[in-house]
């Protein structure tokens, strides 16, 4: 490690192959946590290259738990978190949204690092087992539309990091990897970033892959459409710049998509949401969010006319019943 941290320090970077022999021993336990942690901190202060990102994407996807979730047209709504914006947890609400709406999705999360209340925080709270059996996870797509891939279970990577990733409780590089690395391999992918070099970095891996995608970043600094500013996307049709105006929308106050300041808080914020009883900013931000994934999965479609399946799928409740099934 101190080479490698050497390397870091003389502002040199690696090659695809290299990242993902690093990556590999951090896994292998052959580094101590004040390695890791320092080797973490370096990237917190100089910018990833692809090469770095890919070789880093590479080996959690060869090293992780398979799924064995074949056979479904699966979709993953997944943030890198590290925005800083503390916003209550749209994308997991999206996702019970999109499969309300009828489409099967498998939804990677894990615990809050930079951020109080991540996905598992919230899913764990409100009564959600985490579960890497096969069985089980088919039975949630097929009975829920959904199931929820807590990381740990499935990253062997992370689950040794985390610890570490507590402790520094800053953004690291491995909030850029989570939505790269879901396990089930979706066909097609919403990932919302917090940095337009990002986003682009992201664009470039992805059009190497055979899968459907829409990155976007809201150019105020969110990992997902805020209904706060202006939002880039990158999909397999190219970049776009989409306004609020040509959306139909006018500019919220920031204050009114915070999240809760404790889990509970969180949760409440979740739960009404789904119920029906969240607020006017609250629902359009949600369903904003989750008609750009319908509109990944059928990108012939409007935006108007995904945004309609989505309030459709809330309204009547359908998104509600979907999380009820798979908590229970």
């Known amino acids: 490690m101190k080479k490698i941290l050497n390397h870091l320090f003389e502002q040199k970077t690696f090659n695809k192959t290299e990242a993902k022999e690093i990556l590999t021993d951090m896994t292998l336990g052959k580094f101590n946590a004040s390695q890791m942690a320092a080797f ?28 064995h979730l074949e056979g479904y047209d699966l979709i993953d709504l997944c943030g890198t978190g590290g925005d800083g914006k503390d916003t209550f947890n749209i994308s997991t609400l999206a996702s019970f949204v999109v499969s309300g709406a009828g489409y099967k999705v498998a939804k990677h999360g894990n615990y809050g690092v930079s951020s109080g209340c991540g996905s598992s925080n919230v899913m764990e709270y409100l009564g959600y087992k985490f579960t890497n059996d096969t069985g089980m996870l088919r039975f949630n797509i097929e009975n829920a539309g959904i199931c929820f891939l807590h990381a740990p279970l499935f990253h062997p990577a992370m689950k040794t990091v985390a610890p570490i990733r507590k402790e520094l409780g800053v953004k690291t590089f491995f909030n850029m990897l989570g939505p790269m690395v879901n396990p089930s391999k979706p066909k097609y992918q ?14 470039y891996l992805y059009q190497k892959e055979n899968k459907k995608y829409t990155i976007l970043h809201a150019l105020e600094g969110y990992d997902e459409i805020s209904l706060t500013c202006d939002f880039k996307t990158y999909t397999n049709k190219g970049e776009h710049l989409h306004s609020l105006a040509s959306l139909g929308f006018q500019k919220i106050d920031p204050k009114s998509i915070s999240g809760g300041n ?63 099934k798979l908590i229970t």
Do not use: H, W
């Not at 973490?40 to 910018?47: E, T």
């Not at 692809?50 to 070789?55: A, I, K, N, R």
């Not at 609250?282 to 008609?291: P, R």
């Not at 809330?314 to 009820?324: I, N, P, Q, V």
């Open 190 to 203: 919403m990932v919302g970033v917090f940095s337009l070099e990002l986003a682009r970095l992201f664009a």
């Open 40 to 67: 973490m901190a370096v990237y917190c202060m100089r910018n990833i290259t692809v090469d770095e990102l890919e070789g880093f994407r590479d080996a959690m996807l060869e090293l992780c738990n398979p799924t």
């Open 262 to 324: 404790t889990v509970p808080e969180s949760a409440g914020i979740f739960k009404s949401v789904l119920k029906g009883e969240g607020t006017i900013e609250q629902n359009n931000v949600v369903l904003c969010n989750a008609a750009m994934a319908i509109n990944t999965i059928k990108p012939e479609n409007s935006f108007a006319d995904c945004f309609s399946e989505a309030e459709e799928s809330l309204l009547s409740k359908r998104a509600l019943k979907s999380f009820e």
